[in-house]
Each structure stands twice: as structure tokens, then as C-alpha cells.
């Protein structure tokens, strides 16, 4: 009896390790997602050691030009928001897309950030458009963070019953946008600016200061997904000159495997054991964002087998 309890256990533990990966495995993830997957692919990889694992970070829609533009190889695309895949890869580049994380929108400093001790919930607005106080954000067009700090500000701009607010701030210190918000830490950093549109699990990992601001401006509460949607913000499109407008919801990370996989059978492994929840899940809610996991797929049909206990099928 013994022998069997030990071989029982021996099987659980090594369950990810029985799929005998090999070769290259190639994730493109958003720039938040850095922290929580290089600690998820180091922790995937020791029980995979015939795999080569390799991350990228960007942008979340420009991880997703790199797939339909430029034609790279990806087996694993994460996205800071789910909608950029259901946007621009599916369905002629991916098939499904599982939704398993969320966050929220802060701002971000350290205490070397000028007016930081006198920063609230109530003149956060009037310190950004201090002239003797620089911010940063990402650029909207290719990254999330970048538009939900726009819709953000439009939510505020509610929310304070201020107009014209928003724009008076997006016109603001246009020097000091980047590709993604993960580019802007070392700006903050070096006191290069003062203050970052940021998510709050990003702050959090770093070890950065941050105001949260209200549910009705931070994109956080599913319960305010209505008033999110009374903003929106028009991005590029698929094709040159096109455009698709982004609406304000509750934030909302995506996962999914490309067409076109070199590597599906290890990609499919890494997707299931991101979304345990005693395994990658563990460290996502670890670092600072709250599990999605399950929720509603409107291509649970098409999910590979592995995968469908982590969604709800849509009724």
C-alpha cells in the first residue's frame, strides 16, 4: 500500500513533466506580465528540462502585429487585455482565447516624485498638470496600458466632473511615451519624471509607491462595466488607416496559442499549468493580480481538451 501511495503522489507531482517537451518554446507576453513569467516559465522549465523557453515582452498589441505583421513564430501570446486578441488575431490567427487575470489602473511614483506628499484621490489631476511635474504613459496604439490610461482619464473626467480635463492632461508631456508601461521604470527611476500611468501590479512588483484611485476611474469593478463603456478611445486597426475603437471595461488578461504554433503540444502544457491554480495562478495572485480563472470563452468549443476545465462555455 505504501508503494502505491508513493507512486500515486510521484505521478501528481510530476504531471507536467509526463508530456516528455522538447525544442523551443516561444511566449510572447504583455511587459506586466514580466515578474509573474519569468518566475512561471523558470518553474515550468525545471520540470521540462528538454525545453528551451523563451520570453518577449512588448506591448500587447504589438505582440500581436508581430504574429499578423511580421509574421514571427509564437507559440504562447499573452495579453494584457483580452480584447487585443479577440481584435487582431482571431480568427485568422488563433482559434480561442481564455481570460485569467485582472488589475487596475494607479498612479505611480517614488518619494523623490515632486508634490508625492501632498498627492490624494482629489488633486492627483491638478498635480499632473503642474508644469513643474512630468509623467509618463504608454503609447495607446501599442500597448493597453497605454489607452486605459486615456480611458482612465476620461473616466475621471467624469468622475471629478471636470470637462476637458482629459485632454488637458494627454496633451501634456507627449515626450515621455513608450511602447509599453515596463519602459517607463527606468524614467521613474532616475527621476526622469515624476509620475507613471501604471498598473497597480506592476507597482507592486517593483516595489514603486501608487495611488489607487476610485472603482469608477480605475477600470477595475465588473460591477461599473456600464459606466466604463461610456468611454472609448479609437486605436489602429488591422489594416493601414483603419480603426478600432477601444471602449472602457473592466480589466481583463487573455491567453491563447497562435495558429501557426511551432510548438502547440509544449504550448498547450505551459497554457494548462499558467492556469492552475496551485501552480502558475499561485504566482500571478502572488504578484499582485487577482484570478480570472474560470470565466466565460465564447470559443470553449474550440479549446483544446486540456484547456477547457480553466473556462466557462458561453450559454
Given at each position: 500500500?505504501?508503494?502505491?501511495?508513493?507512486?500515486?503522489v510521484?505521478?501528481?507531482?510530476?504531471?507536467?513533466?509526463?508530456?516528455r517537451?522538447?525544442?523551443?518554446?516561444?511566449?510572447?507576453?504583455?511587459?506586466?506580465?514580466?515578474?509573474?513569467?519569468?518566475?512561471i516559465?523558470?518553474?515550468?522549465?525545471?520540470?521540462n528540462?528538454?525545453?528551451?523557453?523563451?520570453?518577449?515582452?512588448?506591448?500587447?498589441?504589438?505582440?500581436?502585429?508581430?504574429?499578423?505583421?511580421?509574421?514571427?513564430?509564437?507559440?504562447?501570446m499573452?495579453?494584457?487585455?483580452?480584447?487585443?486578441?479577440?481584435?487582431?488575431?482571431?480568427?485568422?490567427?488563433?482559434?480561442?482565447?481564455?481570460?485569467?487575470?485582472?488589475?487596475?489602473?494607479?498612479?505611480?511614483?517614488?518619494?523623490a516624485?515632486?508634490?508625492?506628499?501632498?498627492?490624494?484621490?482629489?488633486?492627483?489631476?491638478?498635480?499632473?498638470?503642474?508644469?513643474?511635474?512630468v509623467?509618463?504613459?504608454?503609447?495607446?496604439?501599442?500597448?493597453?496600458?497605454?489607452?486605459?490610461?486615456?480611458?482612465?482619464?476620461?473616466?475621471?473626467?467624469?468622475?471629478?466632473?471636470?470637462?476637458?480635463?482629459?485632454?488637458?492632461?494627454?496633451?501634456?508631456?507627449?515626450?515621455?511615451?513608450?511602447?509599453?508601461?515596463?519602459?517607463?521604470?527606468?524614467?521613474?527611476?532616475?527621476?526622469?519624471?515624476?509620475?507613471?500611468?501604471?498598473?497597480?501590479?506592476?507597482?507592486?512588483?517593483?516595489?514603486?509607491q501608487?495611488?489607487?484611485?476610485?472603482?469608477?476611474?480605475?477600470?477595475?469593478?465588473?460591477?461599473?462595466?456600464?459606466l466604463?463603456?461610456?468611454?472609448?478611445?479609437?486605436?489602429?486597426?488591422?489594416?493601414?488607416g483603419?480603426?478600432?475603437?477601444?471602449?472602457?471595461?473592466?480589466?481583463?488578461?487573455?491567453?491563447?496559442?497562435?495558429?501557426?504554433?511551432p510548438?502547440?503540444?509544449?504550448?498547450?502544457?505551459?497554457?494548462r499549468?499558467?492556469?492552475t491554480?496551485?501552480?502558475?495562478?499561485?504566482?500571478?495572485?502572488?504578484?499582485?493580480?487577482?484570478?480570472?480563472?474560470p470565466?466565460?470563452?465564447?470559443?470553449?468549443?474550440?479549446?483544446?481538451?486540456?484547456?477547457?476545465?480553466?473556462?466557462?462555455?458561453?450559454?
Open positions: 500500500m505504501r508503494t502505491l501511495l508513493t507512486l500515486v510521484l505521478f501528481a507531482v510530476n504531471a507536467f513533466a509526463q508530456e517537451l522538447s525544442g523551443k518554446l516561444i511566449i510572447f507576453h504583455a511587459g506586466s506580465l514580466s515578474v509573474p513569467f519569468r518566475q516559465s523558470g518553474d515550468f522549465g525545471k520540470l528540462p528538454g525545453l528551451d523557453i523563451l520570453l518577449e515582452a512588448a506591448g500587447s498589441r504589438d505582440c500581436a502585429r508581430k504574429i499578423t505583421d511580421l509574421k514571427r513564430s509564437c507559440d504562447v499573452a495579453s494584457a487585455d483580452y480584447a487585443v486578441i479577440d481584435q487582431l488575431l482571431i480568427p485568422d490567427h488563433a482559434d480561442w482565447n481564455i481570460k485569467f487575470a485582472t488589475n487596475e489602473m494607479a498612479i505611480v511614483y517614488h518619494k516624485s515632486r508634490r508625492s506628499a501632498e498627492l490624494t484621490r482629489n488633486n492627483w489631476i491638478d498635480i499632473m498638470l503642474d508644469p513643474a511635474v509623467f509618463g504613459r504608454a503609447n495607446p496604439n501599442a500597448d493597453p496600458c497605454g489607452y486605459r490610461a486615456v480611458l482612465t482619464l476620461k473616466l475621471a473626467e467624469k468622475h471629478y466632473a471636470r470637462p476637458g480635463v482629459a485632454e488637458a492632461v494627454l496633451n501634456k508631456d507627449t515626450r515621455f511615451i513608450r511602447p509599453k508601461e515596463t519602459d517607463l521604470l527606468a524614467l521613474l527611476e532616475s527621476n526622469t519624471i515624476d509620475y507613471i500611468f501604471l498598473y497597480r501590479s506592476v507597482a507592486e512588483q517593483h516595489g514603486l501608487r495611488l489607487l484611485l476610485p472603482d469608477s476611474v480605475n477600470l477595475k469593478s465588473p460591477e461599473l462595466t456600464d466604463y463603456r461610456s468611454v472609448s478611445v479609437d486605436l489602429a486597426g488591422k489594416k493601414p483603419e480603426t478600432i475603437r477601444q471602449t472602457g471595461e473592466p480589466m481583463v488578461y487573455g491567453v491563447t496559442v497562435p495558429k501557426n504554433a510548438n502547440p503540444k509544449a504550448a498547450v502544457a505551459f497554457v499549468y499558467l492556469l491554480a496551485d501552480k502558475g495562478m499561485a504566482q500571478i495572485e502572488k504578484l499582485g493580480q487577482p484570478s480570472a480563472v470565466s466565460v470563452c465564447d470559443g470553449w468549443a474550440r479549446l483544446p481538451d486540456g484547456l477547457k476545465a480553466f473556462a466557462k462555455p458561453k450559454h
